[in-house]
């Protein structure tokens, strides 16, 4: 091995063992380990957003002398009490109601189904319970915290997801922008370009043991979106270049050669290089690691873990793969990095185009002609890697068999979402796409479209249907124009809506994901409980009223 391919080893060996953050409490060491591994708390993210109650080195020290104490063997009840005696609950946020928050938004008056404006009223006084803002001694004393304070007021996704969340906020961002709520939406904004530019992206959410991964990345949809709601042109003077600077951390770190008929494309993929447990799941991933030979394999599988939490699917059928390329239910062949994913690329595609047009409005041609460029490869490269002409439907690629996974997921129709296509095949791309949905029976599916149609026990697979995949469904295949797209479109944003109504109906409650096969019934499976609140079902409600469900959507269609 010569030295340069030495230090390229070295390099990524070094990667692959990075902790999730520097803290010595939350995200790497004895301390956390024993804790962690102790389960004082049933969900494993309740101690790491815990505050300290003294400084690290203190506890650290505290930690020691306890350990000593229990002869490096404490009881679950003594891990409690340490707990107890050197954490408290955070109490980070203060409830807060945003100034532009009003319960009587112009979109209600232009619904004329009585039974989902009465709905939609009610979703409406959800925002402000959602509502936080960081206290002002978080700011004062960030070292005892874990969170990633901001300095404007949000809205949060709902139950244990109490901080923001990188891709939830693009759905919550569309709800608020059609209930008129601008300027929360611009202060959502500024707290994510505050954070990009400290950090250099966007976390998957604010906390400190999430700063080894992003999330879909979104962020320049959302600008968009607040621009051609607002045309607020000197917000978007100030923060291009943040925007900007998010969009390259994508191309400088989860960018990939795709060999495929001796070419060589260049797509994206997740890839988190921290190779140890998520610090909010720690048993979990230790758990699930345990069963490998050695830890060699077990730091590759964090850092798929860590992955799959990056894609936003966490966790999935559709990045366990076996050493044939078929998926099953053990999460230990967990191989997020080998997929090239059908949706992330379709949301980078999308972003670079919508950054050459923000470019465009402030006239710098020059960048806009980059970020054009830029789409136009992705946009190709998408259409030969990930095209199967045979199906008419995207898929992902595996990238070690250099093949497609032909297995159903909603983020399938992730390109036609994101218009990542020539425009003069809307029509024909929509008539395919409609008729792999026919082939798949997904039309016997009442409660939503299912994320798979694989029974694994992971929530991102049957029967769950989450928000936002509804969303890439339905707007995706009406954005094509064709009139079997457009009317499965309609059909299954009825669909949605009426089971959101009849869960609330049911249990007060919006939740994050629902059961495909039993309209209203919440969804299940994964590594925590199902939450209510919820962001981003509340956004997609909203979105889908507008458009298929009010006096101006009917001139629209």
Same mark, same amino acid.
């Given at each position: ?29 004895d ?19 815990m ?54 938004p ?35 004393t ?107 951390f ?9 060999p495929?008929?001796g070419?060589?494309?260049t ?15 720690y ?8 069963? *490998?030979? &050695? /830890? $060699? #394999?077990? %730091?590759?599988?964090?850092? +798929?873990?860590?992955? !799959? ?5 966490? @966790? ?69 890697? *990930?095209? &199967? /002409? $045979? #199906?008419? %439907?995207?898929?992902?690629? +595996?990238?070690?068999? !250099? ?5 159903? @997921? ?19 791309l ?51 124009? &064709? ?8 059909e ?59 006096t ?6």
């Open positions: 091995m010569g030295p340069l391919l030495f230090l390229v080893f070295v390099a990524h060996a070094l990667a692959q063992t990075q902790p999730s953050c520097d803290s010595k409490i939350y995200c790497q060491g301390l956390l380990h024993t804790i962690q591994m102790a389960k004082p708390f049933e969900d494993s993210k309740t101690f790491v957003d505050k300290l109650k003294h400084d690290e080195k203190t506890t650290l020290d505290n930690f020691d002398v306890f350990i000593t104490n229990t002869n490096n063997n404490p009881t679950k009840e003594e891990v409690q009490q340490f707990v107890s005696d050197n954490f408290e609950e955070g109490n980070e946020f203060e409830d807060w109601v945003p100034s532009d928050y009003t319960p009587n112009q979109i209600l008056s232009k619904i004329a189904d009585t039974e989902i404006r009465n709905f939609a009223s009610k979703l409406v006084a959800i925002w402000p319970k959602l509502a936080r803002k960081v206290k002002q001694e978080v700011f004062d960030p070292e005892l915290y874990t969170l990633l304070p901001v300095e404007h007021g949000f809205i949060v996704p709902g139950g244990r997801f109490k901080e923001f969340y990188y891709w939830d906020s693009y759905w919550i961002i569309k709800g608020l922008l059609v209930c008129e709520m601008y300027d929360t939406v611009k202060g959502m904004l500024d707290n994510f370009l505050s954070i990009v530019e400290k950090y250099g992206f966007l976390p998957n959410g604010a906390r400190i043991y999430y700063l080894n991964r992003s999330q879909p990345p979104l962020l320049t949809l959302m600008a968009a979106t607040y621009i051609q709601a607002t045309n607020d042109t000197t917000w978007l003077l100030n923060n291009i270049k943040t925007l900007d600077k998010e969009l390259r994508w191309l400088d770190n989860k960018v990939v050669t795709v495929k008929n070419i060589n494309y797509l994206a993929h997740y890839d988190s290089e921290s190779g140890s447990p998520r610090p909010e799941s048993y979990e991933d230790v758990d699930t690691a345990r069963r *490998l030979p &050695n /830890e $060699e #394999d077990r %730091i590759q599988l964090y850092a +798929d873990l860590k992955s !799959g939490a990056e894609s936003g699917w966490d @966790f999935s059928s559709r990045w366990i793969v076996d050493e044939n390329g078929t998926a099953n239910a053990n999460l230990t062949s967990l191989q997020t990095r080998r997929i090239i994913p059908v949706d992330l690329n379709a949301f980078l595609c999308q972003a670079f185009r919508k950054l050459g047009e923000l470019y465009v409005i402030i006239h710098d041609f020059e960048n806009a002609v980059y970020w054009f460029e830029m789409a136009s490869i992705w946009q190709k490269n998408i259409q030969d890697v *990930l095209y &199967n /002409e $045979e #199906d008419g %439907i995207w898929y992902d690629w +595996d990238n070690v068999l !250099g093949q497609h996974r032909k297995i159903f @997921f909603a983020s399938n129709f992730a390109p036609l979402w994101s218009e990542t296509y020539e425009l003069q095949n809307a029509e024909v929509g008539q395919r796409a409609a008729d792999y949905f026919d082939s798949q029976e997904l039309m016997n599916y009442q409660g939503g479209i299912p994320t798979s149609v694989r029974h694994t026990g992971e929530q991102w697979d049957y029967p769950n249907a989450w928000p936002p995949l509804q969303s890439i469904v339905v707007m995706g295949l009406d954005k094509t124009g &064709n009139c079997k797209a457009k009317s499965i479109a309609k299954f944003a009825h669909r949605w809506i009426v089971a959101n109504m009849i869960g609330y109906n049911q249990t007060n409650e919006m939740f994050e994901k629902y059961d495909a096969e039993n309209p209203g019934q919440y969804g299940g499976g994964g590594e925590y409980k199902v939450q209510s609140g919820f962001g981003w079902t509340n956004g997609v409600v909203f979105e889908f009223i507008e458009r298929f469900f009010t101006t959507s009917k001139k629209m269609a």
